[in-house]
């Protein structure tokens, strides 16, 4: 399939005013944080669509876009997955994870405990799709997989932190147990498990520091 091109239609800015949305834009995301405290208010279903469609928005290896948002309101399925999740957690806390790995997340103060996944009143698991199915069943190749999937969550935690809300990039390992209690098809494997909704009021998160430009980048001009 061919595409039609059309003229484009984005932002044309001078140098001055680039940078300075730039600037703004930085210190607005060096504001997002993970959080793992959340309130159970309720976040509106077309809040959750409106994420969803941004998130899927990414560029992706020749735009097969080979991803599923599954949005989990449900509070006997968020159950599930809590006490699914938990206890692949209890195996990692308790042996699974390298004693440099428990060493590195001390600080984080993190165990295997994890009610966010009941309070939080959305769960969004993005799955990725390594293939898509024809009709007939036939294998369709998608390319890319991770680094698309991947490309779609930034923009999932970027539209996140625009609404107002906060979220918690959750990677239970291992995942599968996602895909038995959604359901989901052969051709899809859990890639991130986010709970979203609003802090609660005594909220707080570690007091860590981001990496200074220079050692986050290179300029070769």
């Known amino acids: 399939m061919s ?7 984005g932002q044309q800015l001078n140098q001055e005013e680039s ?19 959340f309130s159970d208010r309720p976040v509106s279903k077309g809040t959750i669509e409106n994420l969803i469609m941004t998130a899927s928005s990414a560029p992706s290896g020749a735009h097969k876009q080979p ?31 390298s004693e440099s790995w428990l060493r590195d997340l001390a600080h ?3 165990d295997w405990n994890k009610p966010f996944l009941e309070v939080a ?28 999937v991947g ?10 932190h625009e609404a107002g809300l906060v979220s918690l990039t959750h990677t239970p390992s291992p995942m599968n ?16 498990l986010i709970p979203v909704g609003y802090a609660a009021d005594d909220a707080t998160v570690p007091d860590i520091k981001r990496r200074p430009l220079e050692e986050v980048a290179k300029f070769y001009s």
């Open 121 to 148: 009143p959305w769960l969004i698991v993005v799955f990725k799709k390594p293939y898509d199915l024809a009709s007939d069943g036939t294998r369709l190749k998608n390319y890319y997989v991770n680094e698309s």
């Open 67 to 97: 991803w599923t948002f599954c949005a989990v309101s449900n509070p006997v399925i968020r159950k599930k997955i809590r006490d699914a999740a938990e206890s692949e957690e209890k195996l990692n806390y308790g042996g699974r994870m």
């Open 177 to 192: 147990f996602l895909e038995r209690i959604l359901d989901r098809p052969d051709n899809e494997r859990a890639f991130l």
């Open 108 to 110: 984080l103060g993190t």
């Open 151 to 160: 490309l779609a969550a930034g923009f999932l935690l970027t539209a996140i």
């Open 19 to 37: 940078q300075r949305k730039s600037k703004e834009f930085y210190a607005f995301m060096n504001r997002r944080r993970s959080v793992r405290t």
């Open 3 to 9: 595409y039609p091109y059309i003229p484009f239609e």
